[in-house]
Nanobody
Framework: QVQLVESGGGMVQSGDSLRLSCVASGRTLSSYTMAWFRQAPGKERDFVAFITTSGVTTYSDTVKGRFTISRDNAKNTVYLQMNRLTPEDTAVYYC???????????????????WGQGTQVTVSS
């Protein structure tokens, strides 16, 4: 079992920055692809970014150039640095772990095996 706990969310203004953290317990994360997704009210959970075990990163078009995903395996933690935030970034942000490739795209919700409880990010204009 893997437990994921997100933190770092909050209420900010347009143009501000936030850094989200996702700490894992139960297993070491170094062997797993990790990702961030987000879900706005009334909408589906959407892909934000993932980072593979070798450090390869991929971003959704809506956040590319503004967000950076990183991992610190020694701390069993994954981060999401979010810059130039806009009201459209308002959502609950979820951390996810892919323990074993299930044959789907790494940008798909169903590929991931474990999820955190989410952290709210609210951006006002």
């Amino acid at each position: 079992q893997v437990q994921l706990v997100e933190s770092g969310g909050g209420m900010v203004q347009s143009g501000d920055s936030l850094r989200l953290s996702c700490v894992a317990s139960g297993r070491t994360l170094s062997s797993y692809t990790m990702a961030w997704f987000r879900q706005a009210p009334g909408k589906e959970r959407d892909f934000v970014a993932f980072i593979t075990t070798s450090g390869v990163t991929t971003y959704s078009d809506t956040v590319k150039g503004r967000f950076t995903i990183s991992r610190d395996n020694a701390k069993n933690t994954v981060y999401l640095q979010m810059n130039r935030l806009t009201p459209e970034d308002t959502a609950v942000y979820y951390c996810a772990a892919d323990l074993q490739w299930n044959g789907l795209s790494l940008s798909m919700v169903r590929e991931y095996d474990y999820w955190g409880q989410g952290t709210q990010v609210t951006v006002s204009s």
